[in-house]
């Protein structure tokens, strides 16, 4: 069964910074389109950063306004957010997703593969 597992959300001050994690299971992803989308209570699910199969192409939600970076593993199946001055607004569960093709997209319905998400909590 084909998994991605976020982690390393959780609790942080406002102006604090956090580092997400995605490691697939049941197959490898290095070929892939990767990507992390969040969605707040009340909510639809908003692209946050997409990153292409070998990682030199990535694209961000137009809120990251230089904030958040998205890299991938040495290995390139393994893909990080590096989440810096966090807001409250940013208070959301965070989702990783994987796409059958190489390229970047930036809507849910480009995805074929998600994790079950990780909460990020931003403190005023």
């Known amino acids: 069964q084909v998994q991605l597992v976020e982690s390393g959300g959780g609790l942080v001050q406002a102006g604090g910074s956090l580092r997400l994690s995605c490691a697939p299971s049941?197959?490898?992803?290095?070929?892939?389109?990767m990507g992390w989308f969040r969605q707040a209570p009340g909510k639809e699910r908003e692209f946050v950063a997409a990153i292409s199969r070998g990682g030199s192409s990535t694209q961000y939600g137009d809120f990251v306004t230089g904030r958040f970076t998205i890299s991938r593993g040495d290995a390139k199946n393994t893909v990080y957010l590096q989440m810096l001055s966090l807001e409250p607004e940013d208070t959301a569960v965070y989702y990783c997703a994987a796409r059958r093709f190489a390229v970047v997209a930036t809507t849910p319905q480009d995805y074929d593969y998600w994790g079950q998400g990780t909460q990020v909590t931003v403190s005023s």
């Open positions: 049941g197959r490898a992803f290095g070929s892939n389109a």
